[in-house]
């Protein structure tokens, strides 16, 4: 199974090659260009309604072949009462970070699922936190490292390594929000050149100004014939549409509260090898969790990268022209 999902992902090692130099340096997830604050993650006990549909968040971050500098993963604001997290009455939730590296971590194919289930933590243990809601972490950072990066799974389409973030509400019902950055220092964020980070299934904090666009990047390997995108809890009151180098605004379905909703739409050969744009317009002032995923006509997951390979898409507008003798 592996090996087919190598061959699609052919084209990954050389559009990050051709991503422009001052994008890939951007190593924060979710990147700046995604207009995504936060991500999000609910203790075990909340209502599903509040956003979040399984508790779990995995992101992966891709580390190149040739770099063997230590490289450290950086945690902004994981303990869950303070500043920036959303409160369900007093707090009272616990979110656990696992880190993995090793074989299995990328490649068993649960871990590239967009539910926790069966492997889905396969791969080897390097650390595990746990936050409450003690202050010493609140608007900081928590510094995971230094990693070797030999320590990563070897992603040969990548052409890199990879380790993988499980971040699991152990208890609780608040809404824990936070972000990562790739750095190459555990005090700062100094990019890891040509690093990268992705996820099969996002779960995030919309931004609450009205007509503020959003940017979730799926990347479209060769092989692809139609996707299916797929969102929870979007209460409706956010805008959805497709662009890419073929689709020019395509509109999109989104879900109402606690509720999934999913829309088929035809890829073309020129969309391929590239990453579409799935753009959210906010339409309310109110603060709103959801979870986005998209899969190809097999039902697999595709990933979201923080750096969009082949960069942010351009609708490239032909015009059919016929002269007549």
Not at 21 to 40: D, K, M, S, T, W
Not at 68 to 76: G, M
Not at 77 to 106: I, M, Q, V
Not at 209 to 231: A, E
Request: a neutral charge; hydrophobic letters at 35%.
């Amino acid at each position: 199974m592996f090996l087919s999902f190598s061959r699609r992902l052919r084209p990954v090692f050389l559009l990050l090659l051709l991503v422009p130099y001052h994008r890939a340096r951007a190593q924060a997830a979710p990147n700046p260009g995604e207009n995504i604050a936060f991500l999000v993650t609910f203790g075990a006990q909340a209502d599903k309604s509040w956003g979040d549909d399984d508790f779990t968040q995995t992101f992966f971050f891709l580390i190149p072949q040739e770099n063997r500098q230590p490289v450290y993963i950086r945690v902004f604001d994981p303990d869950c009462g303070g500043r920036h997290d959303e409160p369900k009455g007093g707090w009272n939730t616990t979110t656990e970070f696992s880190l993995y590296g090793g074989a299995g971590t990328h490649s068993a194919p649960d871990a590239r699922a967009t539910t926790p289930r069966g492997q889905y933590r396969a791969g080897t243990l390097l650390k595990q936190v746990k936050f409450g809601s003690e202050k010493t972490y609140d608007n900081q950072w928590y510094t995971f490292g230094p990693l070797n990066p030999l320590e990563g799974e070897l992603v040969p389409d990548f052409a890199g390594r990879v380790f993988k973030m499980v971040v699991q509400g152990k208890s609780g019902d608040d809404g824990n929000l936070y972000r990562y950055f790739l750095s190459t220092s555990p005090t700062e964020n100094i990019p890891v050149e040509g690093g990268n980070a992705f996820t099969y299934e996002y779960a995030f904090r919309l931004s609450a100004t009205p007509g503020r666009k959003t940017h979730l990047y799926p990347f479209v390997n060769d092989r692809v014939v139609s996707i299916k995108q797929s969102n929870f809890d979007v209460d409706g009151d956010v805008g959805l549409k497709i662009f890419s180098v073929s689709k020019n605004g395509h509109p999109a379905v989104v879900s109402g509260n606690n509720v999934w909703a999913s829309s088929t739409h035809p890829i073309t050969d020129k969309e391929h090898g590239l990453s579409l744009d799935l753009q959210l317009t906010t339409l309310s002032k109110a603060p709103n969790d959801l979870v986005f995923y998209v899969t190809d006509q097999y039902d697999v997951a595709l990933p979201f990268f923080a750096i969009p390979l082949g960069g942010p898409p351009r609708y490239r507008y032909e015009v059919d022209v016929k002269i007549r003798k």
